[in-house]
């Protein structure tokens, strides 16, 4: 039988009210309280989603969030350090 990590459930569950960009540490806060996972939730400013790691990674398997603000974004999509691949809201997202 799998151990369950209480700290690592109690961490998944938590719903904050705001998270800090990766890069810059600007607060990027929560537009409207609500149950929903901080990754389906509305945020002002800012991304926050989450993530897997991969086969490969030595961290395979773990999900974390990540948040970042949308000056990061457009500077560091400028950068080339993230890649635009589509938008969710259009029909030819793939
Ligand atoms: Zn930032």
Redesign the pocket.
Known sequence: MKKTNSKTKKTLNKHVVSHS??????LIKRLHFTKSPDWQAMWDD?VVDKIAANYGSRFDGNMYIIA??D??IEEKEGLGKIKFIGNYMESNCG
């Open positions: 960009c990766v890069f810059c540490d600007k800012g970042i603000c000056k990061c």
